[in-house]
C-alpha cells in the first residue's frame, strides 16, 4: 500500500526523533513538504529548512533590471513565465512590456532561438536562469550555433558552493540534496561538505522521497557519520550525466556570482566562455548594462521584504509584515512569492503550513 510506506516512514522518523536542523536547497522540494504538509507530521525535533532553491528567487535584482532596460531599449526579451512577474529596482518584465516593450514568454531556450530565426530584423535576448539542471540546454543550444541576432543574459546558479556558504551562516545540521540537480551533476561535489561532519541525502520529489531521506540522515546522525548517500537511484548516480557536464564544460566558465538577497558567492555562477562572448549580452550590450548599473533606482517597498531572511532560513514567511497582506501571489512584492518554488507562495496557497 502506497500510504503504509509514508506511514511507516513517519513513525521511523518518530522513533528515532532528535534535535536536527535539516535544510533542502529546492524549491520542488519546499512545495512537495508545504502542499503535503509534512512539517505538521514531522516530530517537533525534526526541523526541514527551506535554503536558496528557487531559481527565480535567488536571481538578483541587477539581471532583471539589465533585461528590462533592454526591453525597453527595443530588444526582444526572452524569458521563462515565472521570470516575468518576478520585481526588478523599476516594476517587472509584464510591467515592461505592458509598456509596448517587446517580451515574450518561453520553455526553453529553443523557443528564444526559433523566435530570433523568425524575426531577424530584431535582436532577441534570452534570459537565462536557474541552476545546474536547466544550464545543459543552454550549453547544447550554444554548442548547435546561435543565430547572429542572438545572445543570452546568463544567470545561472551552482547549488555546491551555496552549501557551503550555508555552512558557515546559519545553524544547519543535515542536507537534503535536490535530485534533479544531482542527475546532471552527481554525486562528488558534495563530498567536500560530508567531509566537514555534515550528513547529506538526495531525495527526490515524492513524499516518500523525502522522508525517506530524512530517515537516512537520521541514520547517519545515529552512527555518527557524515556521508553523501543517495535516496533517488531511479535518477541520480554517483558520475551524474557526463554528457551534460562536458557540454557545460566547453561553453561555461565558473564565476563568483550574485544571489538575491544572499550576496556574491564565490565560484557559484557560470558565465559564457570568452570565445562564446558574441553571445554574451552583457557584452553585446556592455554600454547599456554600465549605464543601468549606474542609474538603478532604490525600491522602498521591495526594501522591507525578507526574502534575504527567508532564502537563508533565517526568517519564515509568516514574520514577514507584508505577507499575505500587500504581498500576494497575485500582487507579489518580493520573488519568493512569484514562483510556486518560492517559499512564500507555498506557504500562502497551502496555508494549513502558516
Ligand atoms: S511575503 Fe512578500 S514581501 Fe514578505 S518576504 Fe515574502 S515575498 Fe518578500
Known amino acids: 500500500m502506497v500510504v503504509d510506506i509514508e506511514k511507516k516512514l513517519?513513525?521511523?522518523i518518530t522513533k528515532h526523533a532528535r534535535p536536527l536542523r535539516i535544510m533542502h536547497i529546492c524549491g520542488t522540494h519546499e512545495r512537495t513538504i508545504s502542499k503535503y504538509g509534512l512539517r505538521g507530521v514531522l516530530p517537533p525535533e525534526v526541523e526541514v529548512l527551506s535554503g536558496?532553491?528557487?531559481?527565480?528567487?535567488?536571481t538578483p535584482t541587477e539581471d532583471i533590471d539589465f533585461a528590462i532596460t533592454l526591453a525597453n531599449a527595443g530588444v526582444m526579451l526572452v524569458s521563462f513565465g515565472d521570470m516575468m512577474r518576478v520585481p526588478g529596482n523599476s516594476g517587472n518584465l509584464l510591467d515592461?512590456?505592458?509598456?509596448?516593450?517587446?517580451?515574450r514568454m518561453a520553455y526553453s531556450i529553443d523557443d528564444a532561438v526559433t523566435l530570433a530565426n523568425n524575426n531577424p530584423e530584431k535582436e532577441v535576448v534570452f534570459f537565462g536562469i536557474g541552476f545546474e539542471t536547466t544550464a545543459p540546454a543552454n550549453a547544447a543550444a550554444v554548442l548547435r550555433g546561435l543565430p547572429e541576432n542572438f545572445s543570452i543574459l546568463t544567470s545561472h546558479k551552482l547549488v555546491p558552493p551555496a552549501m557551503d556558504l550555508l555552512i558557515k551562516d546559519i545553524n544547519v545540521d543535515a542536507f537534503i540534496a535536490p535530485g534533479h540537480v544531482t542527475t546532471i551533476i552527481g554525486m562528488h561535489p558534495y563530498q567536500p561538505i560530508a567531509d566537514m561532519g555534515f550528513p547529506i541525502v538526495i531525495a527526490g520529489f515524492e513524499v516518500r522521497d523525502v522522508?525517506?531521506?530524512?530517515a537516512m540522515i537520521q541514520r547517519q546522525v545515529e552512527a555518527g557519520v557524515s556521508?553523501?548517500?543517495?535516496?533517488?537511484p531511479r535518477a541520480v548516480n554517483e558520475e551524474g550525466n557526463i554528457t551534460a557536464q562536458e557540454m557545460m564544460q566547453q561553453v561555461f566558465d565558473v564565476a563568483d556570482s550574485n544571489w538575491r538577497g544572499i550576496g556574491v558567492i564565490k565560484n557559484s555562477g557560470l558565465c559564457l566562455k570568452t570565445k562564446f562572448r558574441h553571445y554574451d549580452a552583457t557584452k553585446r550590450y556592455a554600454?547599456?548594462?554600465?549605464?543601468?548599473?549606474?542609474?538603478?533606482?532604490?525600491?522602498t517597498v521591495s526594501s522591507r521584504c525578507m526574502c534575504a531572511a527567508i532564502l537563508t532560513a533565517k526568517a519564515q514567511p509568516s514574520q514577514c509584515p507584508m505577507f499575505g497582506k500587500d504581498c500576494t501571489p497575485k500582487n507579489p512584492v518580493g520573488p519568493c512569492m512569484v514562483s510556486l518554488e518560492g517559499m512564500c507562495y507555498n506557504w500562502y496557497k497551502y496555508s494549513r503550513e502558516k
Open 287 to 299: 554600454k547599456e548594462y554600465q549605464n543601468m548599473l549606474d542609474s538603478t533606482p532604490v525600491n
Open 96 to 103: 515592461a512590456k505592458a509598456k509596448g516593450a517587446d517580451v
Open 227 to 232: 556521508k553523501v548517500e543517495n535516496a533517488y
Open 10 to 12: 513517519i513513525a521511523s
Open 52 to 58: 536558496p532553491g528557487c531559481p527565480v528567487c535567488v
Open 211 to 214: 522522508l525517506l531521506s530524512i
